[in-house]
């Protein structure tokens, strides 16, 4: 049966199944010591960070203890959430990926949060609203957001200043973006091959989103039911067209059958200097905060390029905390996503550096005392935020496997750009379809 199936099967016998958890509620020391348990794709050091929200938590509430039951791969994480639904032995607090909202909200597992937002110190009208929409379903809340990114340009300052060229200002043209990039690509031995990159062109569709919409297209038609007439549409293959000619014709950006020859992926390429322009999230800031701290790296954020006669725009990614209806401690488990959502936990979180808080007031508060000057630069990114195509239609992890044969297709192996969209709308709504 597939997950989504399995799901709504459960969803019809929830009264038969609340039994069964309640039966299943834990009590581990003793009949008075109450076991919530929480679960995530955390890592180890996310983890860490949500460990001062959660020993709180205990202080605040005796007798109760927290178990966070962390799932390392991401991948088996949304089956087994689904699994222990199902089974009536639900988490009690689980982190809820964007991308998995639509099906949760369909199959109506998951406690609709805003009737107690505000009895567990929450103000929902606290958070982005382009960020709380994406769990919201009408005045239904699912989740509560804990943080979010959205995707932009990283810019090495050290290349743009050995150059000359002007830093990159938010709402700069697909024409500005080339001009800048054909400066940065710098073959100083002369053999033919560039030494240093002006940009990358990375196959995964969430660094490319960006792009597409920022050129006037989209993946999907607006009602998310059809790929064709979207995909295949003149705004969106002028941007494919755009995004692939830095690989094919310009040559700013190497092709992906060229990394061998410049020994490193993009994004190290980019880490050692030799890459101007990298599309990517805040998650990025944890790998390089130490040589950003020491100043041995500086970097700006500028928005994604966009046509003439369109507005950049930048999905956000985000994910927050739910609690399935089938939990044996409802009102503890609200309260603890709570406060795994509240300020004093993303004030903790931002301190990492993964992510944004979903409060703008937090994030303002972080962004002033960021001396680089890169917090401020993605707050200036969020009024373009949209919720990605996975917050609004099942199906999408389908979906978005099919979009970087269109990069493959067409940089590596020279396919025309629209005859590759063509094909790929026509894959994807028949994965719609189904």
């Known amino acids: 049966m597939r997950p989504l199936a399995r799901l709504r099967a459960w969803a019809q016998t929830l009264a038969c199944l609340s039994l069964a958890a309640s039966a299943t509620a834990c009590r581990a020391a003793g009949d008075d010591e109450v076991v919530l348990r929480m679960t995530s794709w955390q890592s180890p050091q996310e983890n860490l960070l949500d460990l001062p929200a959660i020993q709180a938590f205990e202080r605040a509430h005796p007798g109760v203890r927290v178990v966070n039951e962390p799932v390392s791969n991401q991948a088996e994480y949304r089956e087994k959430v689904i699994t222990a639904i199902a089974s009536g032995a639900p988490p009690d607090v689980l982190l809820l990926d964007g991308i998995d909202v639509p099906s949760f909200a369909e199959a109506g597992v998951l406690l609709d949060l805003a009737p107690f937002a505000q009895r567990v110190g929450i103000a929902v009208q ?18 509560f957001p804990k943080g979010f990114s959205p995707v932009v340009y990283y810019y090495n300052r050290a290349l743009f200043d050995a150059a000359g060229v002007a830093y990159p200002r938010d709402g700069w043209t697909f024409d500005e973006f080339l001009q800048t990039a054909k400066a940065l690509t710098i073959d100083r031995d002369g053999d033919g091959t560039p030494d240093q990159w002006g940009t990358a062109v990375d196959r995964r569709f969430h660094t490319w989103q960006a792009m597409v919409w920022s050129g006037g297209g989209d993946i999907l038609a607006p009602d998310g039911k059809r790929s064709t ?33 410049v020994s ?3 994004t190290r390429l980019f880490y050692s200097g030799r890459l101007a322009l990298l599309p990517s999230g805040h998650w990025l800031i944890p790998n390089i905060r130490a040589q950003l701290t020491k100043g041995k790296l500086s970097l700006g954020v500028v928005s994604f390029p966009r046509a003439p006669d369109a507005r950049a725009s930048t999905p956000l990614f985000a994910s927050g905390w739910a609690v399935p209806r089938n939990s044996a401690h ?15 936990a993303q004030r903790q979180r931002l301190s990492a550096g993964l992510e944004l808080a979903t409060m703008p007031a937090i994030q303002r508060e972080f962004a002033s005392r960021d001396t680089l000057g890169l917090e401020e630069a993605f707050l200036r990114q969020v009024a373009t935020g ?25 940089v590596i192996r020279n396919e025309a750009v629209a005859s590759v969209a063509r094909d790929v709308a026509r894959r994807i709504d028949e994965i719609l379809a189904r």
């Not at 941007?239 to 950006?253: I, K, M, P």
């Open 126 to 143: 606290d958070f982005f609203p382009n960020v709380l929409a994406m769990f919201a379903r009408g005045d239904t809340v699912l989740a």
């Open 229 to 261: 007439g979207a995909l295949d549409a003149p705004a969106s293959l002028r941007s494919l067209e755009f995004l692939t000619s830095l690989a094919t014709t310009h040559r700013v950006a190497p092709r992906p059958n060229a990394f061998r020859a």
């Open 264 to 266: 490193g992926n993009e």
């Open 330 to 344: 409802r009102k503890l488990a609200v309260q603890l996503a709570a406060a795994l959502s509240g300020p004093e």
């Open 386 to 410: 949209r919720a990605p195509w996975g917050s609004r239609i099942e199906r999408f992890r389908e979906v978005e496997a099919q979009l970087p044969d269109i990069i493959d297709r067409v």
